[in-house]
């Protein structure tokens, strides 16, 4: 068949291309236990309103909860009736059980508000989800630390070895950025969790029901406060996948130094248990780095979207969800991936010793210790560049430099500077609240410990 005699037939019959056109029941079913929920609460509320009688209510929740048990426990349940979305799915198999009965469920609200309902009620709980498994990925990344805890490795500047840390301090820097992205996550979510039950088409509804009440019922925290707002509002859309960007970008970045610091020729990690014998871990460490670009693909489809809709309901916005969707399901594998990974990391300790003892890490603290001896920053910086180059020359580090040579460019240099040079003066050092000393990193790691400990 040409590509021609294939249009010709799709005009044919154009009331089915349309249907399919529009059908969004092929990814808005996985609203269906969050849109059975609104049912029901929005029928206690419709009997409340004198709307339904008791024998009508019962019968309609009845039947809701018939339709959930059933949906969990026939695998073919959904591919009968047809049906564009998933609320006239429901419906549909409402009446299949009550009759007409089941028709009045849709009294004073529209499509539109019963299902931005859902699509908040759903999107609610996947946030929490991605929470929890953000904090299981901190609470992998703490115990990668925890486990070599005294193990060091150069810390990079301009893409060079600069200084030495923990192990456990690189660790702990991840923590802290899943501790923003989760904060991030928790106010997204207070903003989603508010009810557009009640806006209807866009002005309201005429109806006496107590949009409170159904709050209350489905666990919001309030209602929206204009239902025309309401029904054109998808901020919340945008600033769910905005803080899921971030948090991609940071599992990014893990992956990224973890595929660097497994390579051969850097040495620096392995992984153990079922990763020990494989270089797969590579290959989903690079799809973690690159499903990054999806959710940056999500975001600017919102943002493009909206960014010229006017006021109102349109069905431009059913993009939305499908936008949405696609960032959760990533996220959420992403995350399992890094988990994974991070559980079954291990430094291997004398490549990492080498790498901080050699190319001349500490000359900052040569720097640091002719500033502390009120040498100027300008003077001690020439200074050590002087040292170093002179080191360079004889193939020696700076720690094999004996103190006449030292004092040949500074006479601020005495004998104390062996010690100042040392690895572990160094980490000592820097023991300032978020520093990499050892003592201020071990504390860094219980209170992580802690805090984890209580929201569990």
């Known amino acids: 068949m040409t590509i021609s005699e294939k249009y010709q037939n799709r005009n044919a019959d154009v009331d089915g291309f349309l249907n399919k056109f529009g059908n969004t029941f092929d990814f808005d079913r996985r609203l269906f236990a969050a849109a059975v929920a609104v049912n029901i609460a929005y029928c206690d509320a419709l009997f409340h309103a004198g709307v339904l009688t008791r024998l009508e209510s019962e019968r309609i929740k009845n039947g809701l909860q018939t339709i959930l048990k059933r949906a969990a426990f026939y695998q073919d349940y959904f591919e009968e009736p047809a049906a564009t979305d998933v609320h006239s799915f429901i419906e549909v198999r409402l009446v299949q059980l009550i009759g007409e009965t089941g028709e009045k469920i849709s009294i004073g609200r529209s499509r539109e508000d019963q299902s931005n309902t859902a699509f908040r009620l759903w999107l609610r709980q996947e946030i929490e989800e991605i929470s929890g498994g953000a904090r299981a990925l901190q609470t992998a990344v703490v115990g990668a630390g925890e486990r070599q805890k ?32 989760r904060e991030r996550l928790d106010e997204v979510w207070r903003r989603v969790n508010v009810m557009p039950l009640g806006a209807a088409d866009l002005t309201g509804t005429s109806f006496e029901i107590d949009r409170e009440q159904i709050a209350a019922a489905l666990g919001f925290e309030g209602i929206t406060a204009n239902s025309l707002d309401a029904a054109a509002d998808a901020d919340f859309a945008v600033e769910t996948v905005g803080a899921l960007a971030l948090l991609m970008i940071h599992l990014s970045r893990l992956a990224e130094d973890l595929i660097l610091y ?22 989903f460490l690079e799809l973690v780095r690159g499903k990054t670009v999806e959710i940056f693909g999500h975001q600017t489809a919102l943002c493009s979207l909206l960014k010229s809709l006017p006021l109102g309901v349109h069905k431009d916005l059913q993009a939305v969800k499908k936008t949405v969707f696609g960032a959760v399901d990533t996220v959420k594998s992403c ?3 890094m988990i994974m990974v991070s559980e079954n990391v291990r430094v291997d300790e004398t490549v990492t010793l080498a790498a901080v003892t050699s190319d001349y890490l500490n000359a900052a603290e040569l720097t640091d210790y002719l500033v502390q001896r009120n040498v100027s920053l300008k003077a001690a910086r020439k200074s050590v560049g002087e040292i170093v180059a002179y080191a360079v020359s004889l193939n020696k580090k700076l720690d094999d430099l004996s ?38 990193v071990f504390e860094a790691l219980e209170m992580a410990k802690e805090n984890l400990q209580r929201e569990g």
């Open 335 to 337: 995350l399992q991936i």
């Open 403 to 440: 103190l006449e040579e030292f004092q040949k460019f500074s006479g601020f240099i005495s004998a104390d500077i062996f010690r100042a040079l040392s690895l572990e003066q160094s980490l000592a050092s820097k023991n300032q609240f978020g520093g990499t000393a050892p003592e201020r």
């Open 150 to 181: 005294e193990a060091v490795l150069p810390a990079y500047a301009h893409s060079r070895k600069a200084q030495p840390i923990l192990w456990a301090h690189w660790c702990l820097a991840y923590y802290e950025m899943l501790v923003r992205d």
């Open 262 to 283: 497994s390579a051969p020729e850097i040495g620096f990690v392995r992984l153990s248990g079922e990763f020990s014998q494989s270089i797969r871990h590579q290959e």
